[in-house]
Structure formats: C-alpha cells, structure tokens
C-alpha cells in the first residue's frame, strides 16, 4: 500500500525538466516531507545499465518494439528497487519521466499501438500511476537547441529526425488532454525563473495539505 506520492516530469528533449526539477527541490525541501528524485531510463544500477544500451548514439540496430520493452525492463527493476520502497516509507518521490514517455517516444513517435505500449506498461508497473504529472511543453526546435547548446551529452533518440520529435510533442499534448485528472500542462518556453515558479505553485495547489502554502 502507498502511502507517498508520485510526481513525473514529462515532455520532449530540452523542455527543461531537469533544470527545473534541481530548482524545486531546495524550495519542496523547506516542508516537513522526505523527497527523493530520480529518473527514467536509470535511478539504479541496473537500470542505468540499460540506459547506456538504449542511449547509446551506435545501437541504431535497436528497433522500436525493442525500445519499448527495454524501457519497460528498466522501468520495472527501478520501480521495485527504488520507487516503490520510497512510496511505502511515506516519501515524495519526483521522477524525471515515467510511462507518459514511452507513450509519447515509442507509441505516437515509433507508431507502436498506442494500446500495446499500454499494455507493456500496466505489465511493468502492476498498474501504477503517478499522483500528478507535469508535462513541461516546448516547441521542438527551441528544445533540441537549447540540448545541443548545453552540457549534457547528446544521446541516439535527441539524433533522430525532427520529424520525430514532433510526434513526441504532439503525443504528449493528446495524453495531456486524454488525463487531465493527472497532467497539469506547464508552459516550458517561458523563462526559467517563471517555469519553477508555475512548477511549485502546480505542486503545492495539488496537495496543500503536503505543503503549507509557503
Ligand atoms: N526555460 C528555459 N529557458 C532557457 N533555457 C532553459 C530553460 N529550461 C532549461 N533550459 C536549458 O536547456 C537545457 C536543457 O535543459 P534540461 O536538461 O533541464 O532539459 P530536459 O527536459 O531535462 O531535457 P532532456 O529530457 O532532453 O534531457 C539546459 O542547458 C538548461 O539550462
Ligand atoms: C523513460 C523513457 C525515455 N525515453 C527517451 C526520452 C529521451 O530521449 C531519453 C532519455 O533521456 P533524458 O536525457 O534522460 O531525458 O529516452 C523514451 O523514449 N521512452 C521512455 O519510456
């Protein structure tokens, strides 16, 4: 039974959720609340194994159907190790993209059914679901400038073709409008001070008996 909560960040390349997410997290600190942070494909040994095989710019013979359940295996090993424990402890675990990614980049991207991948994910995650996503939304082009502009390095899926990653865009704004009981819909573009602003007041506003208003 969990008793802790469960927030993803989602969105496509250089949206910011990593940047962001280093911003809220002195600020969600300041509570009276364990959080941990963490993140997709990794978190853990073993899944970060598997990042290096999904990630890595060679392994371009890695087909679509494979992605998939290579993200799944990694998904699962994570949440069993990591997650899970956290959420039974009663803590704030915030991942840095979870089940949404894989709709997004291997169901509307790869053109992998939608219900397939949905299905590899209830398998993975026993049905799990987080208590609040964020999806960080931003023009594609300004993303992949701002990855390829910073210092982080480039990886196999930030090489493929624009095309690409406008599917993953427009894939996420149709999950966002699919589960708006579950995604709330940040304005990424913006600048980086207003972007934590509306991050913090989205978490805060979702559970204000977690967080005082302060
Ligand atoms: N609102 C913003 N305005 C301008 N630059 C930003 C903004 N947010 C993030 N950046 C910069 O964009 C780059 C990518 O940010 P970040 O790595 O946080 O994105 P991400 O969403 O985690 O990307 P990915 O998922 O592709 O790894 C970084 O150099 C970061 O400083
Ligand atoms: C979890 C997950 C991730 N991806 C993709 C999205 C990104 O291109 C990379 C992860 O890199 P990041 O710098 O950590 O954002 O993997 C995916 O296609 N499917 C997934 O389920």
């Not at 210092?151 to 427009?170: C, F, G, I, S, Y």
């Amino acid at each position: 039974m969990n008793k802790g909560i469960l927030i993803t960040f989602e969105g496509p390349e250089g949206a910011g959720k990593t940047t962001v997410l280093q911003h809220v997290l002195p600020e969600l600190a300041k509570q009276d609340i364990d959080i941990i942070t963490t993140r997709e494909p990794g978190g853990i040994r073993i899944a970060e194994s598997i990042r290096e095989i999904i990630l890595a710019p060679e392994n371009t013979a890695i087909d679509g159907k494979t992605e998939l359940l290579l993200f799944a295996a990694a998904r699962r090993q994570h949440l069993n190790e990591k997650v899970l424990p956290a959420l039974a402890d009663g803590k704030l675990v915030i991942i840095d993209r979870f089940i949404d990614s894989s709709v997004a980049y291997q169901g509307y991207a790869r053109d992998i059914p939608v219900s397939d991948v949905e299905m590899i994910n209830n398998f993975a995650t026993d049905g799990l679901l987080p208590d609040l996503t964020l999806y960080f939304d931003v023009d594609t082009a300004v993303g992949l400038a701002r990855v390829m502009t910073g210092d982080r390095e480039v990886n196999r899926l930030d090489l493929e073709a624009q095309e690409m990653h406008e599917k993953v865009r427009a894939g996420y704004q149709k999950i966002a409008v699919l589960h708006p009981e579950r995604i709330i819909t940040i304005d990424a573009s913006q600048e980086l001070d207003q972007v934590i602003a509306d991050t913090l007041l989205a978490i805060k506003t979702k559970f204000p008996e977690s967080f005082d208003g302060n």
